[in-house]
């Protein structure tokens, strides 16, 4: 296998390609746009509606076989399995919903709809885990940027649905049903990973911000074009135009290769050729960051059994042949079982489950939350919800950077102040004063996004990149932990109960909500606090890490 060199096209290529399948893996958030189909199509009840809600939020977010499967096969197969759930369980949802099958079982649908976003992790996992790995010295941009995409994936959505499909959930789960596994074949050849660069230089920093303002231009054109079609009727040729120029800035990232081939820098570095292979003989390429170090491996490679005889090892030891190995500290790479045993792992995982749960239960409830309140049309609530996600996103990838750079604060501190300000959105739905719905609806996403961006890099820092996919994939499982407590356990049980009061199957008013709002204020300030405690505990890792003010790897473990 040819050998990359660092700061080369491929890592730039990898990253160009993998906005478009963060895009299409963020599908799951198009769920407030055909979930009132299922309800009038199929005659679900709220609470029915709410359990799909989370069967959508456990399929995107259990990832932990897509984690173990990125130590082990190439992305491309990973992106292959990915690309199979999504066409299978959308296709089923859009048989359904378009009532070419007719009464088929609750339970088919709510596997189908699981298996369709579960497509999602092992989308989301492929292109993340082999970013991270490419650029390993830019984690909170790279995480920042692609977690960014994600969130902006419901306006691309919102807008295909709205100008081209005529606001049609069936044409839009028959979208989703074959434009994900096109995007995924048509990606996978181009996300490979390579010899990262082993040091920063100004090249790479203008091209992360040329990335992340493309992403932050797209952003607005994708708010301004949604508010305009709801308030002045396009035709289709200038929908048809507006989406053209929507797909032309999605290519942007891809500018930076094509720039990088047609004018090649003159500035040579040194290649980093280290290699690992695995046991199924695919090779990937990598730099002494993520070969294996002396507390990872005795005389083998990194994927040898990990279990020596502690006989032989004794021995060894005695003989001097070999140092005995010793636990990783924190900033060091750890096996998954190593990390899951740390007060720091579960603090970490806390934290993201009350910020990101409380968000979801929102998310899921968005469309029916508009409805109480007097919005019949939920797609510019879920545009501003979606803009600022993204912008949650990618600012706290940026912030957190800077922060962590110059004064070395942990990134938690950034979910902190997240926390504490969903206290003040969920309080200002709860209040349902005039003109507080679209303010909190910003504010929230804000928030909500900065969870994901905060959340990834930090848990690579702390427990390095060696089991990186397993780790995060665990951490996410806080969305569906928390969307099953706080969205079917709380906020649908709320709202069955008034709409009871109102003698009917809907709610309208305040109170729909207010209850569930209240008690989501109250999980946010606990968040808060958690954050603060976490940020104290981590403090010393981020001094050892970044006391240059840049990244730099702990002394090996094995010493």
């Not at 996300?191 to 203008?206: K, L």
Request: include cysteine; aromatic fraction near 10%.
């Amino acid at each position: 296998m040819v050998v990359l060199k660092e700061g080369s096209r491929p890592p730039w290529v990898s990253l160009g390609a993998s906005v478009w399948v963060q895009i299409a893996s963020g599908n799951s958030y198009t769920f407030p746009l055909y979930s009132p189909s299922l309800k009038s199509v199929l005659g679900f009840n709220q609470q029915q509606l709410t359990l799909l809600g989370v069967a959508n939020d456990i399929g995107e977010n259990v990832g932990i076989l897509p984690g173990l499967a990125c130590n082990r096969l190439p992305p491309w197969a990973i992106l292959l399995v990915g690309v199979c759930a999504s066409f299978f369980g959308y296709g089923v949802l859009w048989l359904a919903v378009s009532q070419t099958l007719q009464n088929l079982p609750y339970w088919v649908l709510w596997i189908a709809l699981c298996i369709a976003t579960h497509g999602s992790a092992w989308l989301g996992t492929a292109v993340l885990v082999t970013n991270m790995r490419n650029f390993p010295i830019s984690r909170g941009a790279v995480a920042g940027i692609l977690k960014g995409y994600v969130g902006l994936s419901a306006a691309v959505f919102t807008e295909v649905y709205t100008m081209a499909l005529d606001g049609s959930a069936s044409k839009l789960l028959l979208l989703l049903t074959l434009g994900i596994p096109v995007i995924g074949l048509l990606m996978m050849y181009f996300i490979r990973p390579c010899t990262p660069a082993s040091g920063e230089d100004s090249a790479e920093h203008s091209h992360f911000l040329f990335t992340q303002a493309a992403s932050l231009i797209l952003a607005v054109y994708l708010l301004s074009t949604t508010i305009l079609k709801d308030l002045f009727p396009f035709s289709n040729t200038i929908s048809y135009m507006l989406i053209a120029i929507m797909i032309v800035l999605l290519m942007a990232p891809l500018s930076i290769p094509l720039k990088m081939t047609m004018f090649p820098s003159n500035h040579k570095r040194p290649v980093v050729s280290t290699g690992v292979v695995g046991e199924i003989g695919y090779t990937n390429e990598t730099n002494p960051m993520l070969t294996p170090s002396s507390s990872t491996t005795y005389l083998g490679s990194f994927y040898e059994p990990e279990e020596i005889p502690e006989v032989d090892l004794l021995l060894a030891v005695g003989e001097g042949a070999v140092k005995k190995k010793r636990k990783p500290r924190r900033g060091e790479d750890f096996t998954f079982r190593e990390a899951v045993v740390k007060a720091d792992f579960w603090l970490l995982w806390s934290v993201y489950f009350l910020g990101v749960g409380s968000g979801v239960t929102v998310l899921n409830n968005l469309a029916q939350i508009g409805v109480s309140l007097g919005v019949k049309d939920a797609t510019v609530l879920l545009s501003l919800f979606s803009f600022c996600n993204f912008l949650g996103r990618l600012g706290a990838g940026v912030v957190s950077e800077h922060f962590v750079r110059s004064k070395t604060i942990p990134r938690t501190f950034c979910l902190a102040v997240a926390q504490a300000l969903m206290v003040v959105s969920f309080l200002l739905y709860a209040s349902a004063l005039s003109g507080t719905l679209y303010a909190a609806t910003a504010l929230l996403g804000i928030c909500y996004g900065t969870q994901f961006s905060v959340m990834i890099p930090t848990a690579s820092e702390l427990f390095g990149l060696k089991d990186f996919g397993v780790i995060f994939n665990f951490m996410q499982l806080g969305n569906p932990v928390g969307a099953l407590v706080f969205s079917s356990l709380l906020a649908s049980q709320v709202y069955e109960s008034e709409a009871a009061k109102q003698t009917g199957s809907s709610c309208v008013g305040p109170s729909c909500f207010r209850l569930t709002f209240l008690v989501l204020a109250g999980i946010c300030g606990l968040g808060t606090s958690l954050s603060i405690v976490l940020s104290i505990r981590i403090r010393p890792v981020y001094r050892m890490l970044y006391a240059g003010g840049s990244f730099r790897l702990p002394e090996s473990s094995g010493q």
